[in-house]
């Protein structure tokens, strides 16, 4: 299937079995773009009939006129499949036939990588007795000429994309919703992509979610005798990537080397003076389970909320002594026990199912960036933590009312399995039972099929079963460990992190722009005021030992001018850190008053959250359907990491 839709999205199409090679090789490239009109198809189509943007659909008439009619973009999708006319059929099949006597999809032949080490599996290639109907000298001049037809296709290429309002591959002006890439990625040679469910295809309005899932652990926590009267959900009190310290009651941001730079006592930020008394000597490791809890998740909010509050009811004495546990690292076991409870007795979830359109927000793009990777031949998995009936509730809440044909969701992929009990379904075989009614009934099951729906069982048996495996599977997932570590440790899959965050994270970086300008030039000017400061200490010193300063000017100063330049430039910059600290403590504002960036941690260094990202997720955004911007062919290639030593950042 993937060999006959490859073209299925092509706006234009050129027969190579025309194309003759023009008597300057620098042109050979361009004659592929640059026609006015189209043969591909055996007809005439003038250059603006053909064009879709996106914000249209084109109908072909019964005189082979391309009309076309404004939609909105996710509509684009569902009218360019659902179709239907006599003349689109007719259109569909030549297509697809002429995809077939083109093109061959495999690995590229005299190499099975490329040269960045990317497999080639997937890779569109011409078929062979084509290539060779064409004049191989010919093809030699090209290789000699190939950087000025580059240079000269590269521009056409740009040109078109403007024309055809599709975005550039790192589109700036939208960069919230762009797909950012940390290990290099071609999509062409990923077989299989599975996908989580919870913040990753269902996407949930946090404040209403983890509102909820907070009230209902609070009235466990009253119904155990602790002092929650007063007390309400505050989702800017925390933000995912802080790190729970259950030994000191704090919650606190790191660095990506485990310096605490940031933290909470109870609801109160702590001082720099505080945090370097309390965390000088020691760092953050996750490794130390017992102390450390990292909030990978928007599911963590409403746990991190509860304890915090807690904590600072504990301090205040404020819990009866009789119930109230003796430190810290009791009451997050309190804590902890109050939610699960919430979410095992099935309140919560009841609560979702029966009023989906309060806690969930649609995305109707989503379900079309899933069609065109099904369409390119791309097998979708759903692996995902829910039970059947929530799964399925949610699903169809939020995928049916956008596929065509009265499609259901089961029908996007080729396994689903529920209950999955990640992490250990990418590394421990559980039981494997089979759905077989939609009340959820299930059977014992030893072998998984494709197309089946399934409880429990392991990754294994999935590779197993769709004959797949390790690079060529892509996962998607929110959950940092659960989701994206796991499956890269243990199987050598490919991840994709999703963090809804990044989209006010970029906006929030936008607006702090100035800011960031304006703090790093009085940083700039403190730095060289600094330098003449030291120079001129380092020349008092000196002198007192009878040794010239390091240069002769220097040296030559008396005392008094010595004295009089050293106070002048202590003053100046005393100035400059009375206007830099509250800059600093300002900047990130614009996305958590008290955190900061979710990126960062401090002006210049990465938080322990964005270390992460980089070591485990190969590619990151902020949502599913960012894909349907890009193509289910794309290579995403790393951007150059900039070293201490490069001279020229690049």
């Keep these: 299937m993937g060999e006959h839709l490859l073209l299925h999205q092509a706006s234009c199409v050129c027969d190579y079995r025309l194309l003759r090679l023009p008597p300057k090789p620098s042109r050979l490239l361009c004659c592929s773009w640059r026609l006015s009109k189209v043969r591909g198809l055996g007809e005439s189509v003038g250059d603006d009939s053909g064009r879709l943007t996106a914000g249209s659909t084109s109908t072909v008439q019964s005189n082979g006129k391309v009309s076309v009619d404004e939609c909105e973009p996710?509509?684009?999708?569902?009218?360019?499949?659902?179709?239907?006319?006599?003349?689109?059929?007719?259109?569909?099949?030549?297509?697809?036939?002429?995809?077939?006597?083109?093109?061959?999809?495999?690995?590229?032949?005299q190499f099975e990588v490329d040269y960045l080490g990317e497999s080639t599996k997937g890779d569109l290639n011409i078929r062979g007795d084509i290539v060779n109907a064409v004049d191989t000298e010919e093809f030699h001049m090209l290789d000699n000429t190939?950087?000025?037809?580059?240079?000269?296709?590269?521009?056409?290429?740009?040109?078109?994309?403007?024309?055809?309002?599709?975005?550039?591959?790192?589109?700036?002006?939208?960069?919230?919703?762009?797909?950012?890439?940390?290990?290099?990625?071609?999509?062409?040679?990923?077989?299989?992509?599975?996908?989580?469910?919870?913040?990753?295809?269902?996407?949930?309005?946090?404040?209403?979610?983890?509102?909820?899932?907070?009230?209902?652990?609070?009235?466990?926590?009253?119904?155990?005798?602790?002092?929650v009267e007063g007390l309400s959900f505050d989702p800017d009190l925390v933000i995912r990537g802080l790190i729970m310290d259950k030994k000191n009651g704090n919650v606190v941001k790191a660095d990506?080397?485990?310096?605490?730079?940031?933290?909470?006592?109870?609801?109160?930020?702590l001082s720099n003076r505080a945090i370097s008394e309390l965390y000088g000597r020691e760092l953050v490791d996750l490794r130390e389970e017992s102390r450390w809890e990292f909030l990978n998740t928007l599911f963590s909010v409403s746990e991190a909320v509860m304890y915090?509050?807690?904590?600072?009811?504990?301090?205040?004495?404020?819990?009866?002594?009789?119930?109230?546990?003796?430190?810290?690292?009791?009451?997050?076991?309190?804590?902890?026990?109050?939610l699960f409870k919430a979410h095992v007795e099935g309140q919560l979830k009841n609560e979702i199912i029966n009023e989906p359109e309060?806690?969930?927000?649609?995305?109707?793009?989503?379900?079309?960036?899933?069609?065109?990777?099904?369409?390119?031949?791309?097998?979708?998995?759903?692996?995902?933590?829910?039970?059947?009936?929530?799964?399925?509730?949610?699903?169809?809440?939020?995928?049916?009312?956008?596929?065509?044909?009265?499609?259901?969701?089961?029908?996007?992929?080729?396994?689903?399995?529920?209950?999955?009990?990640?992490?250990?379904?990418?590394?421990?075989?559980?039981?494997l039972y089979e759905v077989v009614t939609e009340d959820g009934l299930m059977r014992p099951c030893f072998k998984a099929r494709s197309g089946g729906l399934y409880c429990g069982g392991s990754a294994q048996m999935v590779e197993k079963a769709l004959g797949f495996q390790g690079d060529q599977t892509l996962y998607v997932g929110d959950h940092i460990y659960t989701d994206v570590s796991q499956s890269k440790v243990h199987l050598r899959w490919r991840t994709a992190l999703i963090c809804r965050e990044l989209e006010e994270e970029v906006r929030a970086l936008e607006y702090g722009r100035e800011h960031?300008?304006?703090?790093?030039?009085?940083?700039?000017?403190?730095?060289?005021?600094?330098?003449?400061?030291?120079?001129?200490?380092?020349?008092?010193?000196?002198?007192?030992?009878?040794?010239?300063?390091?240069?002769?000017?220097?040296?030559?100063?008396?005392?008094?001018?010595?004295?009089?330049?050293?106070?002048?430039m202590l003053l100046i910059m005393r100035q400059l850190d009375r206007k830099i600290a509250p800059m600093l403590e300002a900047d990130g504002e614009h996305f958590n008053k008290r955190w900061g960036y979710l990126s960062r941690a401090g002006l210049w260094d990465k938080s322990h959250?964005?270390?992460?990202?980089?070591?485990?997720?190969?590619?990151?955004?902020?949502?599913?359907?960012?894909?349907?911007?890009?193509?289910?062919?794309m290579y995403f290639r790393s951007q150059a990491q900039s070293l201490a030593h490069d001279l020229h950042p690049y």
Aim: proline content about 3%.
């Design 74 to 109: 996710h509509q684009l999708g569902v009218k360019r499949r659902l179709g239907g006319s006599e003349a689109e059929e007719v259109r569909s099949d030549a297509m697809r036939k002429l995809a077939d006597e083109m093109f061959l999809v495999k690995s590229s032949g």
């Design 146 to 227: 190939i950087e000025e037809a580059a240079k000269t296709e590269a521009r056409e290429a740009e040109k078109l994309l403007r024309e055809l309002q599709i975005l550039p591959r790192y589109p700036h002006m939208v960069a919230e919703r762009g797909i950012f890439c940390s290990r290099t990625l071609n999509l062409r040679s990923i077989t299989t992509i599975g996908y989580d469910m919870d913040y990753t295809l269902i996407h949930y309005n946090v404040n209403a979610w983890e509102g909820r899932a907070y009230e209902y652990g609070m009235e466990n926590l009253g119904s155990m005798g602790y002092a």
């Design 256 to 269: 990506r080397f485990g310096y605490v730079k940031r933290a909470m006592h109870g609801t109160k930020m």
């Design 308 to 338: 915090l509050q807690m904590v600072e009811r504990l301090d205040e004495g404020a819990l009866p002594s009789e119930i109230a546990p003796m430190d810290y690292q009791g009451l997050y076991k309190v804590v902890a026990k109050a």
């Design 358 to 431: 309060r806690f969930v927000e649609l995305d109707p793009e989503l379900p079309l960036a899933l069609l065109d990777q099904k369409e390119a031949g791309k097998r979708l998995l759903l692996i995902t933590n829910s039970d059947y009936h929530y799964t399925n509730k949610m699903m169809q809440h939020a995928f049916n009312r956008f596929l065509p044909d009265d499609m259901d969701w089961r029908a996007l992929f080729d396994m689903v399995i529920v209950s999955a009990k990640k992490p250990d379904f990418f590394q421990i075989s559980h039981p």
């Design 516 to 568: 960031r300008k304006k703090l790093i030039k009085l940083m700039n000017q403190k730095e060289l005021v600094g330098d003449v400061f030291n120079q001129l200490r380092l020349a008092v010193q000196r002198r007192t030992k009878k040794c010239a300063a390091q240069t002769p000017l220097v040296t030559s100063l008396d005392e008094k001018e010595l004295a009089e330049n050293m106070q002048k």
């Design 609 to 633: 959250l964005t270390r992460q990202i980089e070591k485990y997720a190969d590619i990151y955004t902020s949502r599913v359907s960012n894909f349907l911007q890009f193509t289910p062919f």
